[in-house]
């Protein structure tokens, strides 16, 4: 498979973060990282602050258990501010404004019977992914993790197991523009259509409340949703999410202040998290100056 230049910086930031990780007592200097990816330090350093807008050891301050911790406070005191204040949710730059409808029982048991849905295949901040639409919709987004293209559309044909599948790349490219770019005006939507049970839902529709930049605990979410007890059941249906990023189960995190997994993966969600962190500072300090 032929990757994309912005797919390649990605893969190389993941490896990146992660040798950073598991070297971190050593302290690897630049060059050292550099030489790992298989590039100079001058081309790594370019990379690096053009992807995210700063150095690789800021970037990965993000991802340290004390500032998610104090973060996971942070969104909380924000939510409980904001629903203080009687606001619904808090107004952000950049915010993609995402409305959920979801398929009616009678849809749901016949497993996308008479759906059509346009796929494609694009290249993303956040590497490769998949992505379809309906005319009510994006209905399936994912990463691509194996760096194989068919199994993924498998999955999407096994979501929506009796819908007529069609690719369509010129169509589905309006989309991943929309999603994934950095000049979203405030009234952007963006509407998504899901398949799941009436749990999975409220689970999903409780995460679209949050922005670029929050962080919240799986407590939190079922607290949201009004069950409080049913941690198990809300882990599960983050799991099940099947409109990546869109849907922004990476923002749920341990109360501990640990990343835990994602259907994508855990290089994933990291890169996601720093990113949406970086990027929401820039905006505060855009806003206060």
């Not at 979801?102 to 996308?112: I, L, W």
């Not at 010129?170 to 049970?197: H, M, W």
Request: contains cysteine; hydrophobic residues 35%; aromatic residues 10%.
């Amino acid at each position: 498979m032929n990757f994309s230049q912005q797919e390649i910086n990605y893969y190389r930031i993941e490896k990146a973060i992660k040798y950073l990780e598991e070297h971190f007592l050593e302290q690897p200097n630049l060059d050292e990282l550099a030489e790992k990816l298989g590039l100079s330090s001058f081309h790594f350093q370019r990379m690096f602050t053009e992807y995210s807008g700063i150095s690789p050891k800021r970037f990965l301050q993000y991802l340290t258990s004390d500032y998610l911790k104090g973060k996971l406070s942070e969104t909380q005191n924000l939510i409980h501010a904001a629903e203080e204040a009687g606001l619904s949710s808090q107004s952000r730059v950049y915010d993609l404004f995402v409305t959920l409808e979801a398929v009616t029982p009678q849809e749901y048991k016949t497993k996308g019977d008479g759906l059509e849905i346009s796929y494609g295949f694009h290249s993303t901040p956040f590497g490769r992914c998949l992505i379809g639409i309906t005319t009510r919709g994006v209905c399936w987004l994912s990463f691509i993790n194996d760096e194989e293209d068919l199994p993924e559309l498998s999955k999407l044909h096994s979501h929506w197991e009796k819908s007529v599948i069609i690719k369509d790349e010129k169509a589905t490219a309006v989309y991943i523009e929309k999603i994934f770019s950095n000049s979203k005006a405030d009234d952007s939507k963006l509407n998504v259509l899901v398949k799941g049970t009436n749990f999975q839902v409220k689970v999903w529709d409780a995460l679209l409340n949050l922005h670029p930049g929050d962080l919240v605990t799986y407590q939190h979410i079922a607290n949201q949703i009004g069950n409080p007890k049913a941690l198990q059941a809300v882990g599960s249906a983050v799991g099940a999410n099947s409109l990546a990023y869109l849907i922004p189960c990476h923002r749920v995190i341990r109360k501990e202040g640990k990343l835990g997994e994602y259907r994508w993966g855990s290089g994933r969600k990291k890169v996601i998290i720093a990113y949406e962190q970086t990027n929401a500072e820039t905006v505060f300090n855009n806003e206060i100056n």
